[in-house]
């Protein structure tokens, strides 16, 4: 595979400049090559190798996230309604990033699907009689949507433990306990579909890939182009330029200097997991498994036991345990977020501490934790769980977003965000989950944002009909569209 060589010969003035080689910039390569094969574009990716920050296997937990099983996603108000708004916008997100997915199956462009995304049930999992009337009524609502009709609901102990068996292991008879489950919940291999998509980009005309080649500055040229300067002193000038660094898109888009970034921060968030291989603990357990977030924990911290394969080997992951790092990447620097605090974000930035102050409590709290104190965690998951079975590994780092507030000057928000240009000749992706998950989403909106008048054309709206057919469609109110669109990805996909 290209990717594994050397890196070519890098293009002096290409059409578009890809800065980072993870899902974001793979998925918009395609995208862009797809629509007009005519463009050149220069992938500049400052470690050895392809997907090996946020999207390698191991620096995430594989979810395909369509808001099956997170509870965070849905939210219960104080008059003790469900709101499962986000959650519905979620799932057809998912739904649109598989239905390009099978497209590019459908094209010859993956001939595997196997090899990064796989059948896994999602469930939801909670215990206490307050948690299992929430779970109750969250069941109540979201089956009334189509999106999620299929979802079945117990309290019946001997159904979760044929669902999951370790959840029940061990655990006080009687004890209050309530389950979801959706069958059509996915495991995925980003860092493998990244090499995918990579591979086949790197194999045509006009694309070029540098490998182990850092960026460091983004000057505006005289005419509108960019110069992108990498390696202290060589540059290439490019007319389009997307920062898809995942936590290093931050510093690159203040370097751009362009006024839409301006009063934007970052708050790294490191993870950590627990991971297990013991064979017999990892044969009885082929779900993923989403509890609730503990009081003051952020939403990302949302605890999960989940059956991962990558490579073939198959393992449990159960976490995640939140720490702090200053880098913004796992391989940065610990500068990083020093470095990122400028006149425009300083006040934003620490109106954001000022706000969060149970959240730095909890990373806190989370830092201090022994490796007994994480088991004693996941025992709550997994009553019978013993130490020495299950090993600590860092995950990646996340970037949640800082951004500037009219009544509270600056909030921390999470999720993701599309920063684009005034003329659309740079953007950028900030935030974190679910972002490799609704990729092709975030894709789409950075396309609507830099090439208007190409979208608007008769030409890429007959190329977007058949590489993305549910764009321009809202799935959730189209159980027609959802249910036929949904039918071909699985088909493509062999998802059964």
Not at 129 to 157: G, I, Y
């Amino acid at each position: 595979m290209k990717n594994d060589h050397d890196s070519d010969p890098i293009l002096e003035a290409p059409d578009v400049v890809l800065i980072g080689a993870g899902i974001m910039s793979a998925t918009l390569g395609m995208m862009l090559k797809q629509l007009n094969p005519a463009l050149t574009i220069q992938i500049i990716e400052g470690l050895p190798q392809v997907a090996q920050e946020s999207s390698n296997a191991w620096n995430n937990a594989g979810t395909g996230h369509a808001a099956l099983c997170e509870l965070n996603y849905t939210p219960e108000g104080a008059d003790g309604e469900i709101d499962i708004s986000k959650a519905a916008r979620i799932n057809e997100q998912f739904e649109t990033s598989k239905h390009f997915w099978g497209y590019l199956v459908e094209q010859g462009i993956i001939t595997e699907p196997s090899a990064f995304v796989r059948p896994c049930p999602h469930m939801s999992f909670v215990w206490g009689a307050a948690n299992q009337d929430f779970l109750r009524k969250r069941h109540a609502a979201m089956t009334k949507s189509h999106l999620f009709e299929t979802m079945k609901f117990t309290t019946d102990a001997a159904i979760i433990e044929q669902w999951a068996p370790l959840l029940t292991q061990g655990r006080p008879s009687g004890e209050a306990l309530a389950g979801t489950r959706v069958e059509a919940g996915t495991d995925v291999n980003y860092g493998a579909l990244t090499r995918h998509l990579i591979d086949h980009l790197v194999s045509l005309d006009g694309v070029q890939l540098a490998l182990d080649t850092q960026v460091t500055n983004i000057v505006r040229e005289k005419g509108g182009r960019w110069k992108i300067v990498f390696g202290g002193h060589e540059a290439v000038s490019a007319g389009f330029v997307f920062i898809g660094g995942g936590g290093g898109a931050l510093p690159l888009l203040q370097k751009s200097g362009i006024p839409e970034g301006k009063g934007f921060g970052g708050f790294p968030v490191s993870g950590q997991f627990l991971v297990c291989k013991n064979p017999e603990i990892v044969g009885k357990h082929g779900v993923k498994v989403y509890g609730k977030a503990a009081v003051g924990a952020p939403p990302m911290s949302v605890p999960h036991l989940d059956t991962r394969i990558i490579n073939g080997n198959k393992s449990l992951l159960f976490g995640p345990y939140a720490g702090f790092s200053p880098k913004y990447l796992k391989t940065g620097s610990n500068l990083d977020l020093f470095k990122s605090v400028k006149p425009d974000n300083l006040l934003p930035m620490l109106a954001a501490g000022r706000d969060n102050m149970p959240l730095t409590q909890y990373l806190i709290n989370e830092c201090r934790k022994s490796h007994e104190g994480r088991c004693n965690m996941l025992r709550e998951f997994f009553p019978d769980a013993k130490d020495e079975d299950w090993k600590l590994i860092t995950a990646g780092q996340r970037v949640q977003i800082i951004k500037k507030d009219p009544r509270r000057t600056g909030v921390l928000q999470f999720g993701t965000e599309v920063v684009a240009s005034g003329d659309g000749s740079l953007a950028t992706v900030l935030g974190a989950s679910p972002g490799a998950s609704t990729a092709t989403s975030i894709i789409l909106q950075v396309l609507e944002q830099c090439f208007p008048a190409e979208m608007a054309s008769e030409d890429w709206k007959k190329q977007l009909a058949e590489m993305v057919p549910a764009f321009g469609i809202n799935l959730a109110e189209d159980p027609a569209a959802y249910t036929a669109l949904g039918a071909k990805a699985q088909t493509h996909l062999k998802l059964g």
